[in-house]
Nanobody, 119 residues
Framework: QVHLVESGGGLVQAGESLRLSCVAS????????MSWYRQAPGQQRELVAS???????NYSDSVKGRFTISRDSAKNTVFLQMNNLKPEDTAVYYC?????????????WGQGTQVTVSS
């Protein structure tokens, strides 16, 4: 069974940085896409950043230029470097790993890690 475990969240002040990590285990296959989502209280979960197995990245407009997603496929790990954090970045951050088996896609989620940015 696949498990994703996030770490690295915490409480920081505006302008500071955090680095989130997500380690996958229990898989004997590679994930096509690994992503970070976040959900603030009372808000819908939203995509923050994603990275394909080929290294193509995608970012939401709200984090472009501040966040960087990367992955170490050999270690089944995806990272999110978050710089110049803002109070509006406060949310629970979730890791998602997708395995595409045409025509279906299987998504696996972590339990989330809290990021709180004070002003």
């Amino acid at each position: 069974q696949v498990h994703l475990v996030e770490s690295g969240g915490g409480l920081v002040q505006a302008g500071e940085s955090l680095r989130l990590s997500c380690v996958a285990s229990g898989n004997d296959f590679s994930f096509n896409v690994m992503s970070w989502y976040r959900q603030a209280p009372g808000q819908q979960r939203e995509l923050v950043a994603s990275i394909t197995s080929g290294g193509t990245t995608n970012y939401s407009d709200s984090v472009k230029g501040r966040f960087t997603i990367s992955r170490d496929s050999a270690k089944n790990t995806v990272f999110l470097q978050m710089n110049n954090l803002k109070p509006e970045d406060t949310a629970v951050y979730y890791c998602k790993a997708r395995r595409s088996i045409y025509p279906r896609a299987l998504d696996y989620w972590g339990q989330g890690t809290q990021v709180t940015v004070s002003s």
